[in-house]
Each structure stands twice: as structure tokens, then as C-alpha cells.
């Protein structure tokens, strides 16, 4: 039927909330016990999977942020080397393919031109073979990859991509998961992942538990052109998508960092004019965060930090402090995804944009 955004005053905005339940759906049928089994990605996945040595990541935007998490997740967890490139690059390139590479492309719409030139382009370079993750069943990318997985998102109309980004990323962690089965990784972790997984709904649920609370935050950012994100390690790239989100939707300028390249440029753009916001969860690389976010402060930046509720981290005078629930760390990535969704929404709304249609973009781009 005709989609309906029901109580809510957008898509975007119903598509945020609609996560717990989506993700929920992404999981079903394909956790294990303690364990997620090859066969969610087909009967011969086990085999391939097997033989994989690399994996080679194509996509665009959004989808292409959620690939350079995975570069994390698979090179920790199933220790294979990963690259990640965007498609409009990889497909006019020279490429040179080790052998026994895996080729994957994501995709929200499976129609994205430059991702299905570059799938098509790859079956000339010898790869081991391909897999499509894919939102929408039928697509293009779904009918021309050897494997595929459906992130079962449901249809997304907003043009900024929300729902279809953290059901990717959910996605991903399963191939995580069942590559790192195959490639000995061991079975205490894969257990704990898989549990967090399951707890992952209730968790995403929490964190929208906060909308109001971030509603409050925006309007710090609705006069302002510049924003700054930073994040490190898996977090870089949920930076990232954190700038594309406030770019797209509210049209400020925005850039994203690894916290630890602050000192040798970014930091010189550091006013009382560039709010920065960064997420801090609560991993090895807390300690270092810290301390790359005092280099701002000291530059008299406006600070907005998304911290796990266990970590001190202190509101103070241009410090504002949001905490989130606690999370394994292998799934943080997905739920700090969800406070910059409702940030860029809501400085979106006070800007008076056009949330779900921005300005010169287009759902699917299925032409170059
Ligand atoms: C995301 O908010 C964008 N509108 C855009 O970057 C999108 O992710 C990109 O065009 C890729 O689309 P796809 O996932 O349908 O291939």
C-alpha cells in the first residue's frame, strides 16, 4: 500500500524510530545459539566463505560508510584484510585482486549505477565471487550477485538513509560473525556477539529514548555553518555518516575526522563557531578521545560528546555530555549511529528544510 508516516511528521523521522523493530526483523532466523551459521547467506556460503583470503567493499554514500565499518569488524573478528573504496572510484580504475578475494557491494536500493558497474565490471578480475547486501528484494545488484543478503529494512523513503544504514550495519556483523565461525574465531566471542545481538533492539530503544533530550541540543547548530565530527577506529566512519547525515538534510557544512587527526590540520578551524561532536564509547581508545577532545576545548569549540554511561566523562562549562546505555563493544558502532540521526533530523526541522526530499538529491541515483 501506499506508505504512511503515521504519527510522525516525516519519513526520516519514522524510519528512526521504526530501528528496534527493523533490526529485530534483520536478525530473524539467523542467529545461532552461539553461533551465526554461513547458510543465512545461501547453502554454498560455507564453502566460499572457506576460501575467502580478502574481501573487496564497493558502494556509495551512506551504504559505503557502513562498508568501512565492516573493514574494522572483519579485519578484528575473522582477521581477513579488507578494502573498502566507493564505487564511482573502483570502477575506473586499474584494480589488481589477490587471489581467493571476495567481492561485496551494499546497497539500500540494489539500483545504484556506479555499484552495478562496478559489480559488473568486477567479473572481469578474477574474483572468488560476489555478494550483494541489499535492501531491496529483486533489485538489480540482487539478481546479478552470486550471494545475497536482505537487510529487511522495509521501503525507506526519506532520501537520508537511516533505517537502511544501521540494518546494513546489523547485516554486516552477521558476515562478521560467520566468516570469523569459519576462520576460528573463538567460540566465547562469537557467543557474546551473538547475545548482544539479540539485546540489540531493547538497546537501539533506549537510545531513541533520548530524541528529546537531543531535540534540546539542537538548537545550538541550527545558526551555525560549520560542524565538526570525530570518532576513532570503528567510530571514524559512524563520524562520517553522523557529517553526510547534517550535510544533507540541514545543509551545513560538515566534516569528520578520526580524533587523532585533529592536530595536523582540523584543529586549526576550531572556534566558538564550529561545534563538535563526538562519540565516545567506551573502548580501548577512550583515554586517547579524551585528550583530543581537551585540544578543542582549549580552542574555546563548543563540545557535544555521546559517551557510554560508564565512562567519566564530566558536563562542564561548553561540555555537553549525552550518556547512551551500555554496549558490547562490537555492536557500539550501530546504536551511536542513532543520536546524530535525530541530531541532523532536528536542526533539519528548526533550518525549515525539506527533510525527507533535500535539496538537490535523489533517492537512488541510477544514472551517473
Ligand atoms: C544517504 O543518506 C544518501 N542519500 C546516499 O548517500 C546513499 O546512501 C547512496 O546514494 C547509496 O545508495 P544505495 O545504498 O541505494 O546504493
Not at 565499518?69 to 589477490?98: C, D, K, M, N
Not at 576462520?183 to 557474546?192: N, P, R, S, Y
Request: charged share 20%.
Amino acid at each position: 500500500g501506499v506508505a504512511s508516516k503515521g504519527e510522525y511528521r516525516h519519513f526520516m523521522q519514522k524510519e528512526i524510530f521504526e530501528q528496534p523493530a527493523v533490526i529485530a526483523v534483520a536478525l530473524e532466523g539467523r542467529l545461532g545459539e552461539r553461533t551465526v551459521p554461513a547458510e543465512c547467506f545461501g547453502p554454498d556460503a560455507e564453502a566460499l566463505f572457506a576460501r575467502v583470503k580478502q574481501v573487496h567493499i564497493v558502494a556509495c554514500g551512506t551504504s559505503y560508510h557502513a562498508g568501512l565499518v565492516a573493514r574494522y569488524w572483519l579485519e578484528r573478528y575473522a582477521g581477513i584484510p579488507v578494502q573498502v573504496e566507493v564505487a564511482s572510484e573502483y570502477r575506473y580504475r586499474t584494480v589488481v585482486v589477490p587471489e581467493d578475494t571476495l567481492f561485496v557491494t551494499l546497497s539500500q536500493s540494489g539500483e545504484t549505477a556506479d555499484t552495478l558497474a562496478a559489480l559488473r565490471f568486477s567479473r572481469e578480475q578474477g574474483y572468488l565471487g560476489s555478494l550483494a547486501i541489499c535492501n531491496v528484494p529483486g533489485s538489480s545488484l540482487v539478481r546479478e550477485s552470486d550471494l545475497t543478503l536482505m537487510t529487511q529494512a522495509g521501503p525507506e523513503i526519506g532520501v537520508a538513509s537511516t533505517k537502511a544504514f544501521t540494518t546494513q550495519l546489523t547485516a554486516l556483523m552477521l558476515l562478521t560473525l560467520a566468516m570469523g565461525r569459519v576462520k576460528g574465531l573463538a567460540a566465547e566471542t562469537q557467543a557474546e556477539v551473538v547475545a548482544a545481538l539479540r539485546a540489540l533492539p531493547q538497546l537501539v530503544s533506549r537510545v531513541l529514548k533520548l530524541d528529546g533530550a537531543i531535540e534540546a541540543l539542537s538548537t545550538a547548530f541550527a545558526e551555525k555553518h560549520h560542524a565538526l565530527f570525530l570518532g576513532r577506529g570503528a567510530h571514524f566512519p559512524i563520524a562520517l555518516e553522523g557529517a553526510l547525515k547534517l550535510k544533507e538534510i540541514s545543509y551545513i557544512h560538515a566534516e569528520a575526522y578520526p580524533a587523532g587527526e585533529l592536530k595536523h590540520g582540523p584543529l586549526a578551524l576550531v572556534d566558538s563557531e564550529m561545534p563538535v561532536i563526538s562519540v565516545a564509547p567506551n573502548d580501548e581508545l577512550l583515554d586517547k578521545l579524551k585528550s583530543n577532545l581537551q585540544e578543542v576545548k582549549a580552542r574555546g569549540g563548543e563540545l557535544f560528546v555521546f559517551a557510554d554511561e560508564q565512562v567519566e566523562i564530566m558536563e562542564e562549562e561548553g561540555v555537553r555530555v549525552l550518556l547512551l546505555p551500555h554496549v558490547h563493544e562490537a555492536l557500539a558502532p550501530i546504536l551511536y549511529t542513532v543520536p546524530l540521526q535525530l541530531l541532523s533530523y532536528h536542526v533539519a526541522v528548526l533550518k525549515g528544510t525539506d527533510v525527507d526530499q533535500p535539496r538537490n538529491l535523489a533517492k537512488s541515483v541510477t544514472v551517473e
